[in-house]
């Protein structure tokens, strides 16, 4: 279903969780985005990370305020682990929902990512879901590395109970860095997913943590959207190697499959990341 917008009308919300010494790389991602995503209208939610520096935040508003982005953070500072910011998406959503700002579309994503192309403007404005939605594998014993955690997790459990009259065959996975959903579906998702996660059971057993968010997000927008739902690709793609070569990423435009790296922002010296910013000063000098 298409969007009935146009490029300049589209308000997007950015929820990501950011951890940091400094703000380099998310003010890089803020320029990023800006170049890119231009002329949409960008409102950026940020939850810092416990573990970062302690002026992170006062110096991205600083920041913020000099060049002119829209953020706002969450009052609450969760904690957070690489595999899982399950707890941060909590706070985003509850920010953005008591926020006085009307959105068309919700975008989340982390603060190692870059997009590469301004063609996912077009993805956002020509599709209404982004989001990896494949059937979940609800067994204790799978290829998956965090299939046990997961299948041990009782929130899972009781929302299949409660939401999938017990049918775990209707819990869906996949990525979700780069999931992108109209702002009349996230204000349902985001009261159902804090209803049902927003908790304190991974502090409680640490040992517990796995990536929730693959499986939550995707099993509830499959739930509100219709069992046969089918969703577009996020806009951001994992590389599966570490070294990505500039040709795979024109590769990757020209497929349209993906509009942004996760991770690529974490290696500075790297030729994809000066190949990205080649093509950010392309794409600015264009605009």
């Keep these: 279903m298409a969007a009935d917008l146009s490029p300049s009308t589209m308000r997007l919300a950015l929820l990501s969780p950011i951890h940091g010494q400094s703000i380099d790389h998310i003010a890089r991602q803020l320029e ?13 939610y940020f939850h810092v990370s416990l573990e970062s520096h302690p002026d992170l935040q006062s110096e991205l508003t600083a920041f913020a305020e000099r060049e002119g982005h829209s953020i706002v953070f969450t009052q609450r500072q969760q904690p957070t682990w690489r595999p899982c910011t399950a707890y941060a998406l909590c706070e985003l959503i509850k920010t953005a929902l008591a926020d006085h700002q009307t959105h068309d579309k919700v975008l989340v994503h982390t603060d190692t990512d870059l997009l590469v192309s301004a063609k996912a403007k077009d993805q956002l404005q020509n599709h209404r879901i982004g989001c990896g939605n494949k059937a979940f594998r609800y067994e204790k014993k799978s290829a998956w590395k965090w299939s046990a955690r997961a299948h041990a997790d009782p929130r899972l459990k009781r929302f299949a109970l409660e939401m999938l009259d017990g ?24 009261v159902i997913y804090n209803y049902f996660f927003k908790d304190d059971y991974f502090k409680r057993k640490p040992h517990r943590i796995w990536p929730l968010a693959e499986v939550a997000i995707p099993s509830i927008l499959h739930l509100l959207e219709g069992q046969n739902a089918s969703f577009q690709p996020p806009l951001i793609k994992v590389p599966k190697i570490k070294k990505v070569s500039c040709k795979s990423i024109d590769q990757m435009i020209k497929r349209r499959d993906a509009f942004g790296l996760k991770k690529i922002a974490r290696d500075t010296d790297s030729e994809a990341f000066h190949y990205v910013m080649h093509l950010q000063a392309q794409a600015a000098g264009e605009a």
């Design 32 to 44: 990023n985005y800006r170049v890119f995503l231009a002329p949409f209208e960008l409102h950026h």
């Design 167 to 190: 049918d775990v065959s209707k819990l869906r996975s996949g990525r979700v860095c780069g999931a992108y959903i109209p702002w009349s579906v996230f204000k349902t998702f985001g």
